[in-house]
């Protein structure tokens, strides 16, 4: 299978018109390189890291490019992975390791560069890599007991429960647009097999198989100089957390696989849920913000996944889209105030602040980067202490925000609906598993 891909990749590159190398072609004398190269490689497959400096070069452009200019680079990054892990895998005697950094190598095509065009090839190839190579290997038992879990700090940074609304509304009119509200076990959701499934680390080591590698957040808040991001292993991250029939490894850091599209990558796990109806409701802009927009790509629609452990906090931010929240595993608990706060948050001075860099903030958006606003106050804050310290650093906040806001603590099937602008904080009270649907 794997060099019927090869072949049939390098047919596509000695076609001038073939879409992928028309975008190809707009990488310039890379193309005819990578294509020299690919042709070299497809002579002495066992010359693997010939692809290396395409990759190379192809994650330079697209991390110095504007999103819209990257399609080439993002095929070329694409294409390049793929020709390096065929041949890693084209003549393995069980070699687990060849085959495992085989996996990781198209896994980087899919988080680092989408896979435009490539993503059906780069399953299968996943796929027979894993039948024919790996094997899930038996988890770590820990030999610690589990700790008692200790009462978190109920901050009063907020006063107003979020509606919740039974029956459903039947449409998302603009009576139901405007503010947040929770259905709670909602009956749509409660269907999902999601809810039973995802809570068992053995289903979702299955469901992705052995090898692969997943994006994380590494540290408790993205807002401070220690934050960063790491590629990990799927297996590692999942001992990580808190599992009814596998308690977590022991951790110097948290871990947090945060707003990202689990689905790209393990397309079974979408076979779990359902689209709930309302994202397809098409609602009017919310009156804070005429110039709303849905999701610019084709289904208008964005979906994302966010896994992490009892503890993990999102800080205060606002999106420029409709959100649909669904808890799937654990609880989590949710702070919100409406926009016209803004001027009480705090947000950091993005012109001036690293901090507030878009690049490494995981809520900033950049389909509308006027949006990504970030607070600088702890609305979860761990202490009495520290809620006192942030009271005397952010006074305008604490004096009329928590008015306003509104909290809630979703449980499995609970739905979340609030509408774009809002300033919006998460913490997860356990071992939690979340989708957002952005529309």
């Not at 808190?242 to 990558?265: K, R, S, T, W």
Request: with cysteine.
């Amino acid at each position: 299978m794997s060099l019927e891909i090869f072949d049939q990749l390098l047919v596509e590159l000695s076609d001038q018109s073939h879409p992928c190398t028309v975008d190809l072609r707009l990488c310039g004398l890379a193309y005819f390189e990578f294509y020299a190269a690919a042709c070299s490689l497809h002579n002495n497959v066992h010359s693997w890291t010939s692809m290396k400096p395409f990759i190379d070069r192809a994650y330079q452009e697209m991390t110095r490019l504007p999103p819209p200019e990257t399609l080439c680079w993002r095929r070329l990054y694409t294409d390049a992975c793929l020709l390096c892990a065929i041949s890693q895998v084209s003549d393995l005697a069980q070699d687990d390791t060849a085959a495992t950094e085989a996996v990781a190598i198209l896994d980087r095509a899919i988080i680092i560069a989408g896979a435009p065009g490539r993503l059906d090839s780069i399953h299968q190839l996943i796929k027979d890599i894993q039948e024919n190579y790996l094997t899930l290997k038996p988890l770590i038992t820990s030999s610690g007991h589990k700790q008692p879990l200790t009462q978190m700090y109920h901050s009063s940074a907020f006063s107003i429960c979020v509606p919740c609304v039974d029956p459903p509304p039947n449409v998302l009119g603009r009576q139901w647009s405007q503010k947040p509200f929770v259905l709670q076990r909602y009956g749509y959701v409660q269907g999902w097999k999601a809810l039973s499934s995802w809570a068992s680390i053995d289903y979702l080591r299955s469901v992705a198989g052995p090898g692969r590698l997943v994006p994380v957040e590494v540290g408790k808040d993205y807002r401070t100089e220690e934050w960063t991001q790491r590629l990990m292993s799927w297996d590692c991250f999942l001992q990580s957390l808190d599992f009814p029939e596998h308690p977590a490894q022991p951790q110097n850091e948290v871990l947090y696989l945060a707003q990202h599209n689990l689905f790209m990558q393990f397309p079974a796990l979408e076979g779990d849920i359902g689209i709930p109806e309302y994202v397809y409701a098409c609602p009017d802009p919310p009156s804070c913000y005429p110039a709303y927009k849905p999701p610019g790509n084709t289904d208008g629609l964005i979906i994302n996944a966010w896994l992490g452990p009892r503890g993990t906090i999102s800080p205060a931010h606002t999106d420029p889209f409709f959100n649909c929240y669904v808890q799937v595993v654990g609880r989590k608990t949710v702070w919100l105030a409406p926009p016209d706060v803004c001027n009480l948050m705090y947000p950091f001075d993005t012109s001036t602040s690293d901090t507030a860099d878009k690049s490494r903030n995981p809520a900033a958006n950049v389909t509308e980067p006027s949006m990504c606003n970030t607070s600088q106050v702890d609305v979860f804050p761990n202490s009495a202490e520290a809620e006192q310290a942030s009271r005397d650093a952010f006074p305008d906040f604490w004096k009329e925000v928590p008015q306003k806001a509104m909290y809630v603590t979703l449980a499995p099937g609970d739905v979340l609906f609030f509408p774009p602008r809002w300033w919006h904080a998460m913490r997860s009270e356990e071992t939690s598993f979340s989708i957002s649907m952005w529309f």
